[in-house]
């Protein structure tokens, strides 16, 4: 709640007029979304600690080839569905449908692809079978991300935000349960399915309820699938893009290094990405913000903007640099023999720096109408890294992923940055940059602080200490000032 409030308090000056509805319905799904995300990572460090690296890198990788794959199933279809039953939701029962005799063929070609692709690249008949249940898997995301999507086009996110978390809860607790009494990676991919499973029967329900079975019986109509494919081609070219440049890494270390690294990596991996769902409240706000704005006030736009810039690295900089300075003890929730994954968390950590900033500037582009460009931006992002983890990862070993990834993502934020004056012609580098100074002092008096206490407490006790030190550095160097302080206090206590 209080990140949403803060988000808000900056962002929502132009969205008064939003109903509470949506306020609630953002609520209920960031902080089941937080949940989720939280259950999921705790739970992926209990199956490293007991299954050891090469069991994990196996675990890992089959969830990653499957994932990379998984994007034919949705070919970019969800987000079309949401924009058209927001537009028409008297036709919400039609456009299932007609989506339904796309998506069956979709999915069953998603799944072949996957199995086929594992098989030809050589791997070994474990994870060939692994990847057989991991895809079934995400065959039944990928249904109920369909569904889920009729239902936030109708702003019944509440049904969502439900499912993901009991969702994840079933499947936690049946891990948990195979972890105790008998570890195997076909008995943990089971529980996932059942987690699945369960988003599937969730949605499944909320449809039926409001429609009958009527919309499930798929109808297949040549004018609808190539307007649909034309209107979802931008979306399943992203997709791809970010899957690609998102797995590659797992993949090259997989065919050139092994199973055993492929573990070491995902733990590096998994702490550096669990905390990307921190914007998502942010950027709920800041798309319809910018929309409203970006043709009629352009200095409302670039005051928006400019905070939401300053807004990310506040965010993005404690998380980094106490990420980099506890890697060593952070790998070792995973047990000691991951203890060779902290060279490679404090390279990779550095990523969400571009990745946050990164997130107004996709919202800027995309309110403007220039998806291509962003596109063509997550093209070139996917070529490079593919580039650069087959050049790094033979000589620098894991950390070469690691330095790939950050290149990569370095060349995404410059790259959006360039059509930001395009936009804003106002926005100046240098203003940016004044903000990067002020915040990352505090960061750095940050970590100055926290070397020298690690050397006398646990490092757990260390992280509210950190916070605190952060804090007074954000006031004293005014990266934040009084008058935003009482700006959030005011929000807060109108909210509560």
């Not at 055993?260 to 590096?268: K, N, R, T």
């Amino acid at each position: 709640m209080p990140l949403f409030c803060f988000t808000k308090a900056f962002f929502f000056t132009k969205l008064e007029h939003m109903s509470s509805q949506l306020a609630r319905n953002t609520v209920h799904l960031t902080v089941a979304t937080l949940g989720q995300k939280a259950i999921a990572f705790v739970y992926f460090l209990f199956v490293a600690r007991l299954m050891m690296p090469t069991q994990t890198g196996i675990y890992f990788l089959a969830i990653s080839l499957a994932t990379v794959f998984s994007v034919i199933s949705d070919f970019g279809i969800t987000p079309v569905v949401i924009r058209e039953v927001a537009k028409n939701p008297k036709d919400t029962q039609m456009i299932l449908q007609r989506v339904l005799g796309v998506k069956i063929p979709l999915l069953f070609l998603g799944y072949f692809v996957s199995v086929v692709t594992t098989f030809f690249l050589g791997y070994e008949s474990q994870v060939f079978h692994l990847v057989f249940l991991t895809s079934f898997i995400l065959f039944l995301d990928s249904i109920s991300l369909l569904l889920y999507g009729v239902l936030r086009g109708q702003q019944k996110l509440s049904v969502e935000s439900f499912g993901l978390f009991v969702g994840q809860i079933v499947s936690a607790v049946l891990g948990g349960i195979v972890l105790v009494v008998a570890p195997s990676l076909v008995l943990l991919l089971t529980a996932l399915l059942f987690g699945s499973l369960t988003n599937v029967v969730i949605s499944g329900t909320a449809i039926y309820k409001q429609f009958g079975a009527s919309p499930f019986y798929p109808v297949w109509q040549k004018a609808f699938v190539l307007k649909l494919f034309r209107a979802a081609l931008p979306f399943a070219l992203a997709a791809i893009f970010v899957k690609v440049y998102s797995y590659i890494d797992t993949l090259f270390i997989s065919k050139l290094l092994g199973a055993h690294e492929v573990g070491l990596y995902s733990i590096a991996y998994k702490f550096t990405y669990a905390f990307q769902f921190l914007p998502l409240a942010f950027v709920a706000a800041l798309y319809p913000s910018f929309s409203s704005v970006i043709d009629s006030d352009r200095v409302a736009l670039a005051r928006m903007f400019n905070r939401a810039m300053w807004y990310m690295l506040i965010l993005a900089t404690p998380l980094v640099l106490g990420i980099w300075l506890i890697a060593d003890h952070a790998v070792l929730l995973a047990g000691v023999e991951y203890r060779d994954s902290a060279p490679v968390l404090a390279v990779l950590v550095f990523v969400l720096f571009p990745i946050f900033l990164d997130f107004p500037i996709g919202s800027l582009l995309n309110a403007a109408g220039w998806q291509a460009k962003k596109t063509m931006i997550m093209g070139f992002t996917m070529l490079i890294s593919i580039a650069l983890n087959a050049l790094f990862i033979p000589v620098f070993g894991i950390i070469g992923a690691a330095y790939a990834a950050l290149i990569s993502f370095v060349f995404m934020l410059l790259a959006g940055l360039f059509y930001v004056p395009q936009l804003i012609p106002t926005f100046r580098f240098r203003n940016l940059f004044m903000q990067f100074l002020q915040v990352g002092t505090s960061g750095l008096v940050m970590i100055l602080v926290g070397r020298f206490l690690l050397l006398y407490m646990h490092w757990i006790l260390l992280i509210p200490v950190c916070v605190f030190v952060y804090v007074c550095g954000l006031f004293l160097t005014q990266a934040v000032k009084r008058e935003d302080l009482v700006s959030l206090v005011h929000i807060l206590q109108k909210k509560i």
